[in-house]
């Protein structure tokens, strides 16, 4: 065995490299000690695996553990594993030599990078997570002995330019990384790592599901205990899982008072390996409309906790799901903005979306379907956003919807009924967008719909005013505005109508010139049946509450004038063709055909322009009467 001290200096790029990550890459330094556990946690598995392909391997697997140590008057931390250990050889290339295969290129992208955030996120591409422990220590001190070998090794830096390396006689089997800590400073968020109760709050949080178990002294005996619960639920096997403690899990990660709705598993082998524990919840949260919202899944590496809340696994419009992702392959220090890029993260996102709306659908499909329903009233407004931003699964949302409807007024339809119960020869799916039931119950709009039997949806969700113009159709049928362009519901109404035109030529161009301000059009119409006018746009034309929509949001929109139907039959109507034949200059006959448009808007739950001077014409009229 050699005997003597070897000292080292760091490549240049290391000791940049090093000098980066001592002053704040992270910005959570509690992160350091995930980093230790998890690589004594690797350093325990590749023990087993090896001592199960060599059977002659002379290593001790009797106890296999992690053990966190702290001298509070030394002010030190110890993290040490009777893990496989490292030879002299594996010291000098995986530790001696930091990120040996991408230092280069890690600084040439650290320079690109504009911010500190940024510097942060490049950290798991290049393997230097070990070197965190220098945020929070004045100088680090490994000893390692690989198992089966009886030379030991001693490395040493203070993280300032060099290393030594040294033989050890009598070291364990294992690893054993000491950190002689940095002084306190809340300031720099450096908190106080020799207080047992902060280790294990660290523990708890980021590898209370690690396979192995972590020990600490047990108060101020030597006498240690277990301190991370090793009950990754997502890992064992379903039978031996109660629903009692899925719940619990739940309540734990959810913040949740009540047991989740459904509760699922996933497992994928192969290319990629991942493990998925998701919950349903059985209400909605208070903020899920807020735009501070957080949203996603927990991800875990081999049973690392990496961060909560992980948009990059779970769409905005299935925000309200809860649970786990465990990935085998990724970094642990892998930031939000890489996971938006990897490879794997969007493949298992794809899959999680889709065991979501399978399972509702499997809900949608029980006896009496009590669970859909409540899922649906919770979460059906959130879901809805999913047919404007995930269009390869649009026709997997729209199968899983459901809309109040003319047909009931209590229970929703989906739109497989819808399509069943269509009269012959209708090709259309029929709908109405408005702010309330009862607006839309009581447009002038449904009044021929509702006359001739034809259902139509009823669309009170403000996001309703947008999938409607985004998604073309389902099942072959294509959705139609009854708000929107012409309506025919009966040919046999064809003649009539052609008659009625013919009569009321004069008054519409005259209308249409009196009002040219406010429609681009006056027609008849045959959709009404009692009310005197009602207020339709072209088939292209986005909708008054979508323009009012675009403008809170600052965009400028232009006016969209729309077009003013009139019911032939009825006595308002005819009674002002007749007028207009007989003293087409009188000036009051204007201030009528401007109180049918302002009546027609307001039936439709729009606003007056001029509130004063319709309630002032208005009044005028009434006086009359009298």
């Known amino acids: ?41 690797d350093a325990l598995d590749k023990l087993r695996l090896e001592a199960f ?85 004045d100088r680090v001190s490994l000893v390692t002995r690989h198992a089966g070998s009886t030379e030991g090794v001693r490395w040493e830096s203070d993280g300032e330019g060099t290393y030594t390396i040294e033989p050890v006689e009598d070291a ?23 207080s047992a109760r902060k280790v294990r709050e660290i523990v708890k949080r980021y590898s209370d599901f690690i396979t192995w178990p972590v020990k600490m002294a047990a108060g101020d005996g030597d006498e240690l205990e277990t301190v ?8 064992r096997s379903q039978s031996e899982v109660e629903q009692s403690e899925y719940n619990e899990f739940y309540k734990h990660i959810s913040h949740d008072r009540n047991d989740p709705l459904e509760t699922f598993r996933m497992q994928a ?34 049973r690392v906790f990496i961060m909560d809340d992980c948009e990059a696994l779970m769409p905005e419009y299935l925000r309200f799901v809860k649970g786990v992702v465990d990935a085998q392959d990724l970094s642990l220090n892998v930031s939000r903005e890489i996971l938006q890029q990897d490879r794997q993260i969007r493949m298992i996102r794809k899959r999680l979306v889709k065991k979501v709306l399978a399972t509702v659908k499997s809900m949608m499909a029980e006896e009496g379907g009590e669970r859909y ?29 459901s809309f109040a409807s003319t047909h009931d007024a209590e229970a929703p339809t989906s739109l497989k009924d819808y399509v069943a119960r269509m009269k012959d ?82 008054l519409l161009t005259w209308m249409t010139t009196t009002l040219t301000e406010d429609v681009k059009e006056v027609r008849l119409s045959t959709r009404l049946t009692t009310s005197p006018a009602c207020i339709v746009g072209d088939a292209h034309d986005i909708t008054p509450t979508l323009e009012k929509m675009y403008r809170a949001s600052g965009q400028e929109m232009p006016k969209v004038k729309r077009i003013l139907e009139l ?45 004063s001077r319709f309630i002032k014409l208005m009044a005028q009229r009434l006086e009359r009467t009298l």
């Open 567 to 611: 019911n032939p039959t009825h006595p308002l109507v005819s009674g002002l063709r007749a007028a207009h034949g007989e003293r087409a200059q009188d000036e009051g006959l204007a201030e009528t055909a401007e109180l049918i448009y302002g009546m027609a808007l307001l039936a439709e739950g729009g606003e007056l322009t001029d509130p």
């Open 228 to 235: 991370n619960s090793m009950k990754a639920l997502w890992a």
């Open 425 to 506: 020869g209708q090709s259309d799916i029929y709908y109405l967008t408005g702010d309330s039931r009862s607006i839309i119950e009581n447009s002038p709009h449904m009044e021929a719909f509702q006359a001739k039997g034809f259902e139509v949806l009823v669309l009170t969700d403000p996001i309703d005013e947008m999938w409607v113009e985004a998604v073309s159709g389902f099942d072959g049928k294509q959705f139609q505005s009854i708000a929107k362009g012409e309506v025919d519901l009966d040919k046999d109404d064809d003649e009539k109508t052609a008659e009625a035109k013919k009569d009321f030529a004069d």
């Open 172 to 194: 364990p089997q294992g690893t054993s990384v000491t950190l002689h800590l940095k002084p306190v400073d809340d300031d720099d968020h450096l908190f106080d790592y020799t």
């Open 1 to 41: 065995m050699t005997t003597s001290t070897q000292t080292f200096e760091f490549q240049s790029e290391a000791r940049q490299l090093l000098q980066l990550m001592i002053h704040s890459i992270y910005s959570n330094k509690d992160v350091f000690l995930r980093e230790l556990v998890s690589n004594a946690s």
């Open 373 to 401: 329903s409540t899922f649906w009233g919770a979460f059906g407004a959130a879901v809805k956003e999913g047919l404007l931003d995930d269009v390869d699964n649009r026709e997997a949302i729209l199968e899983i919807s």
């Open 53 to 137: 392909r060599d059977k002659d391997l002379e290593a001790d697997t009797d106890d296999l553990h992690v053990e966190i140590a702290i001298d509070q008057e030394a002010r030190t931390l110890t993290v040490r594993d009777n893990g496989i250990g490292m030879s002299r050889d594996d010291v000098v290339s995986l530790i001696g030599t930091i990120a040996k295969s991408g230092t280069a290129e890690f600084l040439s992208k650290l320079k690109e990078s504009k911010d500190a955030a940024g510097s942060q996120d490049l950290i798991g591409q290049f393997g230097v997570g070990f070197y965190s422990s220098f945020m929070v220590a």
């Open 269 to 302: 082998e192969g290319t990629f390996e991942y493990q998925a524990l998701l919950f349903i919840p059985a209400q909605a949260p208070l903020d899920l409309f807020m735009r501070e919202r957080k949203r996603g899944v927990q991800l875990y590496v081999k």
